[in-house]
Every structure is written in C-alpha cells, then in structure tokens.
C-alpha cells in the first residue's frame, strides 16, 4: 500500500506561482510512475503531468506545458509540482497519483484557486 498525501495548494492571482508536494509513504516511489491530476465540479478528472520511473522522462496536458514542471525527489518519497503563470482556469483540485502493474493509488487532493 502507498499512501499519498497532497500539499501547498491556495489561492494565488493570476499570474503567480504555487508549488504543490504529495508524500508518500507505505512504499518506495521508486519504482511507480508519479502524476498530478485535477478535477472542478461537474468535470472528469483530467491529466496533468507524469514522471515515468523508467526514464525518468515526464510529459503535460498542453494546457500546461511550459508553465507547469513534475519533478520527484525519492530520497524523499515525495513528488512536486511547481506551477507558475497560474490562470483562473487551473482552479480545481489537485490529486497525486502513483501507479505499477495493478497498483494504483490516489492522494486526498489540494484545492488551488486562481484569482482573475
């Protein structure tokens, strides 16, 4: 079992920064691919970036790309998400996701809110 708990989320202005972390513990991360995704009311969850173990390469919805960077330190068994140029529209609520082979595990979420 891997537990995810999610911090660093707020409100912030449009235009500001924010730097999301989500701990892990019960396991390594090592060997788990790490993402970030968030959700606002009445819409699915959606994608926002993954750090894949076995390259270490990560990727992004576009309507990130250049602004936000997935980063993971596993010394620490944690992983981040420094998100800059914040829009109104990134508000929602931000969820850690670690996955393998079968296991798939969800953090509790943090809200961000972007003010305009």
């Known amino acids: 079992q891997v537990q995810l708990v999610e911090s660093g989320g707020g409100l912030v202005q449009a235009g500001g920064s924010l730097r999301l972390s989500c701990a892990a513990s019960?396991?390594?991360?090592?060997?788990?691919?790490m993402g970030w995704f968030r959700q606002t009311p009445g819409k699915e969850r959606e994608f926002v970036a993954l750090?894949?173990?076995?390259?270490?390469?990560?990727s992004y919805a576009d309507s990130v790309k250049g602004r936000f960077t997935i980063s993971r330190d596993n010394a620490k068994n944690t992983v981040y998400l420094q998100m800059s140029s914040l829009k109104p529209e990134d508000t929602a609520v931000y969820y850690c996701?670690?996955?393998?082979?079968?296991?798939?595990?969800w953090g509790q979420g943090t809200q961000v809110t972007v003010s305009s």
């Open positions: 750090s894949n173990w076995t390259s270490m390469s990560t």
């Open positions: 019960g396991r390594t991360i090592r060997t788990y691919a």
């Open positions: 996701n670690a996955v393998r082979l079968g296991d798939d595990y």
